[in-house]
């Protein structure tokens, strides 16, 4: 795999975006809707996330974090989707805020107690308050070095 992990961390509350669903991730559905709560980090797979052209992915599941489009201005969940639908992109500002490109709405929480679950709602972008703000902090990176010129791929060359 290719890119940078990391955990995406509420800066109200220490807090980490964790997908809420105990056991294996094949036991996740194809389909189905994993609601998305915060929880202190312990680096399980349900607290790696990576960005691929604006979309925040599930690193271990590939599922991607999802508001549900609702036209509501009331808080209402966040979870992770194995689609790719427009209302799954967002943007990431400078001063912490995690925006849907769709329709402005911003990644919040219920509360600040580990468990509370991850929601979006509308606020003013420029000023998020606390709760709606949100720090990425790297947490393993991997990349392949390849020559321009042939293609080819640094390898350590060692037996053993």
Known sequence: ????HFRI???????????????DIGNMKEGSDTPLFIQPFTGNWGQVWEIHNGQIRNAASGFNLHHGNQSSDEPFACMVRPTDEKHQIWELRYNGAIVSALDGKGLTVSGNDKGSRVDVRPFNVDSPPSDCQWALTPISAQYRIENNANGLALDVNHSG
């Open 1 to 4: 795999m290719q890119g940078i």
């Open 9 to 23: 961390e509420n800066r109200a509350n220490g807090l980490v975006l964790d997908v809420n669903h105990s056991g």
